[in-house]
């Protein structure tokens, strides 16, 4: 089973800046197979970027994906305070899908 | 538009079992492969199974083997998950979510969440 470990837990920062977000993998994953969801409380996931670095449909370009093999790094170039979520890792190349324990963007 | 919606909130007590259904729209129904996840109240994401809906064969996570059956019904365009022996630790939201294309297998559509809780 491959395990996702996403760091920090939680980001402090202030609108306007540069958020990077990590997930490693304990095992190598295939680019083509990794995820990052953003998830807002009270509300499902919402996929953002797929196949490491392509963005969902009507994801804004501030949001980058990045890496291969074990490290992946999901990166929001200036923050809007509708970025102030929880982020996860995914990878859906073998089973079980696991996501990672996210990542807290908070309000500085 | 995609959609999918899921069934009402439910309480059960300890050693039951609970189905919850998701129903489909807005696209060919046996398409694409439909996953389960859940979420523990203030906790990650959990992945628990995924059912091909054309055919019905399922794939579940090893924690949920022989507690998690998915299933799927055609004519309504639903599929449903039903987990037995049920225990306080699977007190969650049970999502279902749907993979965006045949080719991107990402979970691009999702529920809106069943609160399950499990208690005596």
């Known amino acids: 089973e491959i395990v996702l470990t996403q760091s920090p837990g939680t980001l402090s920062l202030s609108p306007g800046e540069r958020a990077t977000l990590s997930c490693r993998a304990s095992?190598?994953?295939?680019?083509?197979?990794l995820a990052w969801y953003q998830q807002k409380p009270g509300q499902a996931p919402r996929l953002l970027i797929y196949?490491?670095?392509t963005r969902a449909t009507g994801i804004p370009d501030r949001f980058s994906g990045s890496g291969s093999g074990t490290d992946f790094t999901l990166t929001i170039s200036r923050l809007e305070p509708e970025d102030f979520a929880v982020y996860y890792c995914?990878?859906?190349?073998?089973?079980?899908?696991?996501f990672g324990g996210g990542t807290k963007v908070e309000i500085k | 538009q995609v959609q999918l919606v899921q069934s009402g909130a439910e309480v059960k007590k300890p050693g039951a079992s609970v189905k919850v259904s998701c129903m489909a729209s807005?696209?060919?129904?046996?398409?694409?492969?439909m996953h389960w996840v859940r979420q523990a109240p203030g906790q990650g994401l959990e992945w628990m199974g995924i059912?091909?809906?054309?055919?019905?064969?399922?794939s579940y996570a090893q924690k949920f083997q022989g507690r998690v059956t998915m299933t799927r019904d055609t004519s309504t365009s639903t599929v449903y998950m039903e987990l037995s022996s049920l225990r306080s630790e699977d007190t969650a939201v049970y999502y279902c979510?749907?993979?965006?294309?045949?080719?991107?297998?990402?979970?691009?559509?999702w529920g809106q969440g069943t609160l399950v809780t499990v208690s005596s």
């Open positions: 979510a749907r993979e965006c294309t045949g080719v991107v297998m990402a979970l691009g559509y």
């Open positions: 807005g696209y060919t129904f046996t398409t694409y492969y």
């Open positions: 059912i091909n809906p054309s055919g019905g064969s399922t």
């Open positions: 095992q190598s994953v295939s680019s083509t197979f």
């Open positions: 196949g490491a670095s």
């Open positions: 995914q990878q859906y190349g073998r089973s079980p899908r696991g």
